[in-house]
Structure formats: structure tokens, C-alpha cells
């Protein structure tokens, strides 16, 4: 079998060294730079081309340089970047508007953020501020951010927390187990168990709260925690139980909308409508504006408490709010929900197709353009491979295929402009990168700088 390796010019290796000189960041090796970037094809210093399976950290949902959201940045820029944030804007208040126009029932005000942590730093705030009360319940296996109590309300392992203390605030407790049937936390499986891990985490909450909850807060779909697509009566159910606990229901849309799920919201899948809903990433067109949607009564009930309404130094910037509005009407025109849905179906086959070819893949799961492929070192017994799982990255890159490896999960999440030929040329390219991987290759490789392995290699 052919071991090709990277060949990088000295000015790129030059720039990887210097980078790990005078950069602290998580860093997948090798440390390849980016320097132009066109639809789902981003271009490294040397010219060499790799897809975007990642479309940045899910933000670029056109691709990227979409030529109708180039020319707004540019126009924007030329007009207005900044603003106090005791001011609004044009912009921004479209783009509220047009939010308002997707939801559900009456959520309808918007408090911006800046980044998709912050969304849930004041999504709890209003919680707290309209209950009066003090927990926020959350799942085992999600993700909510890094700011520090968006960092409590987390719950994926991987050492995260090593060294963080006892993160007190908010009070908060990981009690809801995530319906994650392919290694189910009490052993059951589905249709049989009759979803018993919600009951299993009714008790729990009976027993590590303080019974007042303000909140329970869930990633509609945990993805970071495994790609979690929970059975359809699930998210109905927890909704009753957030009602039944006095608690809201506040779900974290951050990697799913817009549209990647076929739906505009990922929760419109499932049949509910949360009290709260927070959202970053793909909302934001690669820019720095996130937020939070509520009701008008719950806001009008939570302002003035708990440091509310939210504004810090760059919330709501006209730069951004230009950028994600441009962007969140190309969605809606070019009806990217209908394609999200038909090309992900046709991903999801390609991907199970290729499951069946390889045991290093233990499950495919995945909904709309979002997919997940887990990686095992045994398909008996599904013991997670996270060192397989860095390798078949690293063999990717190769290939020209850039994806997301955490763990022993590998999310491939590519821009929603992406064509069936571009998807199937990706998987093609996938499937030398797991070949190669599987005859293991590379022997060793330095992996301490990438999330993936490191964080493991703290706990
Ligand atoms: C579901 C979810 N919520 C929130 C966040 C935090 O967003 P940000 O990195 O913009 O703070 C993330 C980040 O990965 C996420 O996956």
C-alpha cells in the first residue's frame, strides 16, 4: 500500500514552528496553514487544496467567499464595523426580525452575545432571573461551552474540568443521561426500554438537586457528547419534565441551526418549542454574534434581574449582524433545509455503506448534514479507538480532507452548498484515509497539541 507524506514548502514549516512558539492553542498536526478558502475548498499556503468537512467550526454554511456575502462584508466595512452596544443598528435589527420570523410560537425577543458560550451564559441568566430559582439541570454528554459556568453545565469528559475546581455557579448538575442507545448508560435498548433513561434521570434530579431547578439545558442533538439523535418522544418528554419541575426548557441550537438539520431549527424535528434557545456558529457567517431568543413575557419577566439585558463591548456590531443577516436570507432563499436533508440522506448512505466495508467504524449516526462516524477498536464490544480515530484524520488530511476527530468520534459537518459529487468525492477520499489508517500508518505521530488525544491523556 502507498504511504504518501505531507510535502510542505520551508515557509510553511517555518510558520507551523512559529506558531508553536508564540501560539496556546489546541493544534491538529500537522499544524497546516490556511491562507484562501472558495465554496467547500479551502487552499494552504503551498497551494495544496483540502474540503472543508468541518465548514470552519461549523460557521460557513455558504461555504466559504460566498460571493454575495463577500460583496455585504465588504460594503459593510466601507460603512460601519463598531458601535456602542448601548446603540442597535439597522442590521441587527433585521436580523432579530427575521429570527422572530423562523421560531415557534412567541419566541420573538432576541439578546445578542458575541460567541455561543456567552448565548448560554445569558440564557441562564434569564432563567435564574425569571424563576427566582437556582439549578440548571443538564446532560451528561453536553456541550455548552468554555466560559466558566457554561464550562459547569458541560459534561463530555475528557478532562475538561481537570484543575477547574468545583465551579460553583451556576449551581448546576449534569443529571440528565443523554439517550445514547449505542452504549446505553443503563443497559437497555430501544424500543423495548421505553426511554427509562429519562425516568432514571427524573430520580436522579430528585436526588442531586435542591428541587429548584430554573432550567434544563440540552443540546437539541448532543453532537460534541456522540452525536446523540435522540428517539423521536424523547425531546417531548423532556419537555414535560421540565414543565412538571417548574424548570424551563432552554435548548442549545449552537451546532445546528441554521438549516443543517433539514429543519431551520434542529428542535423543529422533534415536535417541541423550548422556552429558550440559544445559538452561535452556523448562525454567525464565521463572525462573532451569538445569542439567545426568547419570549417577550420571559424577557419582560427577567429584565432588570440577574444582569439583564446583556451587553458587552461587541454585541450586536453592524459588521457581523450584516454578515449573519446576508447569510440567514441566502439560507431561507436558497431553501438549504430542502438540501440539507436530501444530501445528507445521500452522505448518511455513502457513510453506512462505508461502515459496512470497515470494523474500524462501529456506528454511523447523524441527522441532515451533520454526521458522525464512531470509531472502535472492537465492533463487538464498541470500545472506543480514539488513536484510530486521529489517524484516520491525519491520513485524511493527506488525502486532502479536513474533518473533525474528537475522541473516538470523527463529525463531518461540510458547508450546506456542498454537491452530491463533492460529497461523494469526500468519501472516496475518506475511505483511502481509513485504509491507510487501518494498515497503520503513521506508526507514530505527535498528537499532544490536538484536542482530540490530549485532552484524553489528562484524565
Ligand atoms: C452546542 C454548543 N454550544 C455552545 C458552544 C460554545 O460556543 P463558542 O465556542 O462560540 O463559545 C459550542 C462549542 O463548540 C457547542 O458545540
New binding site residues.
Given amino acids: 500500500m502507498e504511504m504518501p507524506e505531507f510535502q510542505f514548502s520551508n515557509r510553511h514549516h517555518d510558520l507551523m514552528a512559529r506558531d508553536d512558539e508564540h501560539i496556546l492553542g489546541w493544534r491538529y498536526e500537522p499544524r497546516i496553514m490556511f491562507e484562501s478558502g472558495r465554496g467547500i475548498v479551502l487552499t494552504d499556503v503551498d497551494g495544496n487544496e483540502y474540503f472543508d468537512m468541518t465548514a470552519g467550526m461549523m460557521c460557513m454554511v455558504l461555504g466559504h467567499s460566498h460571493p454575495e456575502l463577500t460583496e455585504t462584508i465588504r460594503e459593510q466595512a466601507g460603512k460601519l464595523v463598531h458601535e456602542s452596544s448601548w446603540y442597535s443598528n439597522p442590521w441587527l435589527v433585521e436580523f432579530a426580525e427575521l429570527i422572530a420570523g423562523t421560531m415557534p410560537g412567541d419566541l420573538e425577543v432576541v439578546n445578542f452575545a458575541v460567541?455561543?458560550?456567552?448565548a448560554?451564559e445569558i440564557a441562564m441568566r434569564l432563567a435564574l432571573g425569571v424563576t427566582g430559582k437556582y439549578d440548571i439541570v443538564s446532560l451528561i454528554r453536553g456541550?455548552?461551552?468554555?466560559s466558566l459556568a457554561?464550562e459547569a453545565v458541560t459534561s463530555v469528559g475528557g478532562g475538561r474540568k481537570a484543575h477547574l475546581g468545583p465551579l460553583m455557579m451556576p449551581a448546576h448538575r449534569n443529571a440528565i443521561y443523554a439517550p445514547f442507545c449505542y452504549r446505553c448508560p443503563i443497559n437497555l435498548e430501544y424500543p423495548s426500554c421505553e426511554v427509562e433513561c429519562l425516568d432514571r434521570s427524573e430520580e436522579l434530579m430528585e436526588h442531586v438537586t435542591s428541587r429548584n431547578v430554573a432550567a434544563i439545558l440540552a443540546?437539541t442533538v448532543p453532537?460534541?457528547g456522540g452525536m446523540v439523535v435522540p428517539p423521536p418522544e424523547w425531546l417531548p418528554r423532556l419537555r414535560d419534565l421540565a414543565d412538571r419541575w417548574g424548570a424551563l426548557l432552554v435548548l442549545?441550537e449552537?451546532?445546528l441551526a441554521p438549516a443543517r438539520t433539514g429543519r431551520m431549527w434542529g428542535f423543529e424535528n422533534f415536535g417541541v418549542t423550548p422556552d429558550i434557545v440559544s445559538f452561535?456558529?452556523g448562525m454567525t457567517a464565521g463572525f462573532g454574534i451569538?445569542g439567545t431568543v426568547t419570549t417577550r413575557a420571559l424577557a419582560e419577566e427577567a429584565r432588570h434581574k440577574a444582569g439583564l439585558p446583556w451587553a458587552g463591548t461587541y454585541s450586536g456590531d453592524p459588521l457581523p449582524a450584516a454578515a449573519a443577516l446576508k447569510q440567514l436570507q441566502i439560507v431561507i432563499r436558497d431553501d438549504l433545509m430542502a438540501r440539507a436533508e436530501r444530501l445528507g440522506r445521500h452522505l448518511g448512505e455513502r457513510l453506512e455503506a462505508l461502515a459496512a466495508r470497515h470494523e474500524s467504524i462501529g456506528a454511523v449516526r447523524g441527522i441532515g448534514l451533520y454526521w458522525l462516524l464512531d470509531i472502535v477498536a472492537d465492533d463487538r464490544t464498541r470500545a472506543p479507538d480514539p488513536a484510530m480515530a486521529e489517524r484516520i484524520r491525519y491520513n485524511a488530511a493527506l488525502e486532502g480532507l479536513i474533518h473533525i476527530a474528537v475522541k473516538n468520534f470523527i463529525r463531518l459537518c461540510p458547508p450546506l452548498i456542498i454537491t452530491e459529487a463533492e460529497i461523494d468525492e469526500a468519501v472516496d477520499r475518506l475511505e483511502r484515509a481509513i485504509r491507510r489508517a487501518e494498515a497503520g500508518f503513521p506508526r507514530d505521530f505527535d498528537y499532544s497539541s490536538s484536542s482530540s488525544l490530549a485532552a484524553r491523556a489528562t484524565t
Avoid: R
Avoid at 115 to 118: A, V, W
Avoid at 143 to 146: A, R
Fill in positions: 460567541t455561543g458560550s456567552e448560554n456541550l455548552h461551552g468554555g457554561a443540546e453532537v460534541a442549545d449552537a451546532q452561535g456558529k451569538g
